[in-house]
């Protein structure tokens, strides 16, 4: 990924935190344990943040098939760090994977997994 897909790619787990108004300490060290794995930078991550706070930031796609569905599960992961999907997480989380191209059933695969995994 190009550097500044990969801002992109943590804008959209930083929105995903911030959509039920506050992150928590793990959503922050799930952000962090994902820019360390996709190779980013501090300083991209700093981007990054100011990129997802800005108003109707909306997540989008970046990168190959592969980088688009580990963003998903990172998304996810940001999510669910805490226990449970909030209502107010589960519609980002949700129309990026419409925008994706996963379906209901792959989703489920992916949340199962992903709790597994946490």
């Known amino acids: 990924m190009s550097d500044e897909e990969k801002i992109a790619y943590l804008a959209n787990l930083v929105a995903v935190s911030r959509a039920d108004g506050s992150v928590s300490p793990n959503e922050t060290h799930a952000i962090e344990a994902a820019q360390k794995r996709i190779g980013a930078k501090k300083t991209a991550l700093r981007k990054a943040d100011t990129l997802a706070q800005r108003d109707r930031f909306i997540p989008t796609v970046v990168g190959s098939f592969s980088a688009r569905i580990a963003n998903l599960e990172d998304m996810i992961a940001v999510s669910l760090v805490d226990g449970v999907l909030d209502q107010a997480e589960k519609p980002v989380v949700l129309a990026f994977a419409k ?15 992903v709790r597994a995994s946490l």
């Open 99 to 113: 925008s994706v191209g996963i379906t209901n059933e792959q989703l489920q695969l992916i949340l199962s997994e």
